[in-house]
């Protein structure tokens, strides 16, 4: 093994490292929320944390489009921060007075007690715009350590803050005030990643913009599919009902995001490598560890309740594997996604949205309890992973677009490709 390689190993494996204790963080504050709170509340705020994840895919996408800029353009890094730092606050502010402001719709459709839930939501999300622009320019100059310690920020921040609104008031509102405040703390650890010399082209902000709505409109489509099941339960279950589907969904979370380091790792030998031995390579390794965790919820369901709530949440103890099995699904969709951002290829955001709307359908005109939904998302997450894997198999490969994706237009990557608008 090189020295090159061996830096790679070395880099990778502290990031994949630092994603596992923020994952391991995050699941800890939902398991502290299940034994605090009571079904209808954690249902209340699993549905919170659902927009969360959705509304986040600005932060994703941002964070993607800086780190390639900057990787295609390492002589221009800090005129790309310059310009990067300036659409990461008007971006983030405007992503928080969107979602505080949608709070008089989403209250009642949501059967949320208090508007403040949700404009708790919106304040959340300022600090987690800005700390994706940080995580790009981290992550696109290679700064490893760093990137690595915004990600255990981002946990840690969510599991105090979260677990301290708990502390004054056991409920869903309290608890989005605490991860709102909490969400600071990666963004102070990141502070002066996104202070740039002014040199930056203003008429640069167009094409950094443009590419990360592209970015997230992918993105978009695969948070909201995975969290269509969490919002139809809030909507559509009792409350109580709910409350036991959110508590599977801890499971399906953990077993969703176990394997997310494995898209961060590979993400830059996908782009490259036209023989597809790759994907399939970092595809096995997500089932597999999934499977790992579907085996040992049907093994030994009790253990797997302990981990998910308690015996508050027994109802569904023998169903948990199913929700195992869900996210086991989704992971592999989440790896497949990136994959076809670095390939180029079109049509996933299409096919998601396909599949959300399978699901919704599926859960509006039939009669389906617990069961019933997560089977429709575990199937139906199933076929989406299978026609991505396959799908790239029999078309030609593009990978000499893929190797550097997000180039501004008219640059050359590497190989001397030009960006086209």
């Known amino acids: 093994m090189n020295r090159s390689t061996r830096a790679t190993v070395s880099s990778g494996s502290i990031v994949a490292v630092a ?41 994703l996408a941002l964070q993607a489009s800086i780190a390639r800029r900057i990787s295609v353009h390492p002589g221009q890094a800090l005129q790309i921060v310059h310009t990067a730092s300036r659409v990461a606050l008007a971006v983030s ?62 946990g840690f921040g969510r599991l105090f803050g979260g677990v301290a609104g708990l502390a ?25 990643l996104l202070k740039g010399t002014g040199g930056g082209d203003v008429h640069s902000r167009r094409p950094l913009v443009f590419e990360t709505i592209a970015s997230a409109s992918t993105l978009l489509a695969y948070f909201a599919f995975s969290n269509v099941d969490a919002l139809l339960a809030r909507g559509g279950f009792s409350e109580h009902d709910s409350g036991l589907y959110a508590s599977g969904l801890i499971l399906t979370k953990s077993t969703m995001f176990l394997p997310q380091f494995v898209s961060v790792v590979f993400f830059p030998s996908l782009a490259r490598d036209s023989t597809h031995r790759t994907r399939l390579r970092a595809a096995a390794l997500v089932a597999f560890l999934g499977l790992c965790v579907v085996a040992g919820s049907a093994v030994l369901p009790r253990l797997a309740l302990i981990l998910v709530g308690g015996d508050q ?38 096919l998601l949205w396909i599949a ?7 859960a ?16 139906t997450a199933a076929v989406v992973a299978s026609l991505l894997l396959v799908w790239p198999l029999l078309r030609p490969s593009r990978t000499g677009d893929a190797s550097v994706p997000g180039l501004v237009p008219g640059a050359t990557d590497p190989d001397g490709h030009v960006e086209r608008d």
């Not at 059967?111 to 696109?140: D, H, K, R, Y």
């Not at 989005?176 to 600071?184: C, D, K």
């Not at 948990?320 to 955001?349: C, H, K, M």
């Open 93 to 154: 502010l405007l992503v928080g007075l969107v979602t505080a402001l949608s709070s008089p719709i989403l209250t009642p459709a949501f059967s949320f007690e208090s508007m403040w839930a949700v404009i708790w939501c919106g304040a959340m999300l300022v600090p987690l715009t800005l700390a994706g622009a940080q995580l790009g320019v981290a992550q696109g100059t290679g700064r490893w350590g760093k990137l690595a310690a915004l990600y255990l920020g981002n």
């Open 364 to 379: 509006w005109f039939w009669t389906i309890g617990i069961v019933g939904l997560v089977i429709s998302m575990a199937s």
């Open 19 to 59: 994603m596992m204790v923020m994952n391991v963080a995050t699941y800890g504050f939902n398991l502290v929320a299940a034994r605090l709170l009571v079904p209808a509340e954690f249902g209340a705020l699993t549905a919170l944390l659902s927009l969360i994840l959705i509304a986040n895919v600005v932060a």
């Open 356 to 362: 959300s709307a399978v699901v919704f359908s599926i």
């Open 313 to 350: 949440y027994r109802e569904v103890a023998d169903d948990l594997w199913l929700f195992a099995l869900s996210g086991t699904f989704l992971a592999i969709v989440y790896l497949l996604v990136f994959d076809a951002l670095a390939r180029r290829s079109p049509g996933v955001a299409v």
């Open 168 to 192: 004054i008031e056991p409920t869903a509102t309290n608890a989005m005030l605490g991860l709102a405040i909490g969400a600071w703390l990666p963004v102070l650890l990141g502070w002066g």
